[in-house]
């Protein structure tokens, strides 16, 4: 079992900057992917952002490619969601989640196989 825990959400100005954080806990040594999803009221889960456990590889929806970046640090089984540029339009729940098996779309809900609480961000204008 793989226990996700969320944090860093809140209200900002557009404009402003967040950084999310995710630590993973239980059997951590099985994720393959980590990755941030966000919904916002009425709309689709959306993929914001993955990153291969093992090496790095980054992926990235292009409505925040060049704002957002994802990392991680595998020593505090920790990765992190920093938000750059934001506008009322990021406004949603995040959703940390990780994949135990080999994720071939690392945007897509399917792939993964546990999932945080949700934290909520607030972009306004």
């Known amino acids: 079992q793989v226990q996700l825990v969320e944090s860093g959400g809140g209200s900002v100005q557009a404009g402003g900057s967040l950084r999310l954080s995710c630590v993973a806990a239980?059997?951590?040594?099985?994720?393959?992917?980590m990755g941030w999803f966000r919904q916002a009221p009425g709309m689709e889960r959306e993929g914001v952002a993955a990153?291969?456990?093992?090496?790095?590889?980054?992926y990235y929806a292009d409505s925040v490619k060049g704002r957002f970046t994802i990392s991680q640090d595998n020593a505090k089984n920790t990765v992190y969601l920093q938000m750059n540029s934001l506008t009322p339009e990021d406004t949603a729940m995040y959703y940390c989640?990780?994949?135990?098996?080999?994720?071939?779309?690392?945007?897509?809900?399917?792939?993964?196989?546990?999932w945080g609480q949700g934290t909520q961000v607030t972009v306004s204008s």
């Open positions: 989640a990780a994949g135990i098996v080999r994720a071939y779309l690392p945007l897509h809900a399917p792939s993964y196989n546990y």
């Open positions: 239980g059997y951590t040594y099985s994720i393959n992917f």
């Open positions: 990153i291969v456990t093992s090496d790095g590889t980054t």
